[in-house]
């Protein structure tokens, strides 16, 4: 079988030599894209050889009765034919939503997350490849923007992101637009599941991939999604430098302070002086930082709160506490930030 562009682009993109000897998940949902990304995968695979097998997740909803099982059913088919080893996970969106108070589309995220992470740690993978594409990039930018965002928010879904300390998640086709996946497909004579949800207007996203950007793709073309892109991508390197100069100063701010747990309470402490006269920008990422890698939500924390507590920094007042989402108390005793909060 001839290598197709499809191919040559996500071999180019996720060089096969950096992967053919690991295990890798496909997160397989069973439509278009996540079907090209199993095929295109196991193409590669079969030309480059290598110790890793490739094995296809698919979790299971069962959001909408017999056609979420049809789906399940078809995808360990295809899998069956093509001999990849290959696990259906069932979720549970409704207690996800309740446990967590989401809608039932962030709930089913947040499920799909955690239980394809659980079964690739469980099958010794090493990175789990999601399915997204280019037009999912800038669905998601366009999303962002609308909702409200930051710089980081703006640079898009990384191609990258660590899971758990042995485990990544890989997007490959990030470059692939859903016309080179399509024609792909068409050529291989591959057929895939049509999810009936993503034509629901009802959501908000399918509403801005089915009405707005049509509507703004028929006044100025392509030129739309390129301009989206090219912010993307410059906003990736200004969030990248600037992360880079904040774990600096960050490492001068916590030097000799690492966070200590007692009685149930957590106690973080930075020392201003390390941060004080740096710009504010420095400072909220820095913080931001601290704030993330001690298991902190970072969901309710948006930037009024960052902007707070940078200033908190920049204008110390040992009577001044300020408490924060997610119970975290922050006062400055003696030229330090000290950030409290109980865990369980
Ligand atoms: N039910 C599923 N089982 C396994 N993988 C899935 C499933 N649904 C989605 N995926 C994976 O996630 C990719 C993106 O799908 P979709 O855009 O619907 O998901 P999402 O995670 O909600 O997206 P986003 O992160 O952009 O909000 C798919 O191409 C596929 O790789």
Known sequence: MNPT???????????????KDVNIGIALSGGADSVALLRSLEEIKQSNGGSGELFALHVNHHLRGEASDGEQHWCEELCRKLEIPFEALQG??????RKEG?????????????LLTQAAERCGIRYLAFAHTQNDQVETILFRLLRGTGIRGIAGMSRVRGLTPTLSLIRPMLSCTRNEILAYLSEREQSFCNDQSNTDSQFVRNRLRNELLPLLRSNYDEKVDRAILRLSEQALEIQSFLEAEARKLLSHSLRGS???????????????AALANRPEILIREALRIAWRESGLAEQ?????????????????????????????????IENRLHLEWQHS
């Open 92 to 97: 549970d969106v409704a207690r996800r939503a």
């Open 102 to 114: 989401d809608g039932i589309e962030a709930a089913a995220r947040h499920e799909r997350y955690a």
């Open 300 to 332: 309710e924390m948006n930037f009024d709160w960052w902007c707070k507590l940078a200033d908190l920094v920049l204008s110390p007042a040992s009577n001044r506490v300020l408490n924060l989402p997610g119970n975290v108390r922050a006062q400055v």
């Open 5 to 19: 562009a499809l191919v040559q682009k996500i071999g180019s993109s996720w060089p096969p030599a950096t992967w």
């Open 258 to 272: 690492p966070a200590d747990a007692q009685n149930g309470t957590t106690r973080l402490k930075l020392n201003i």
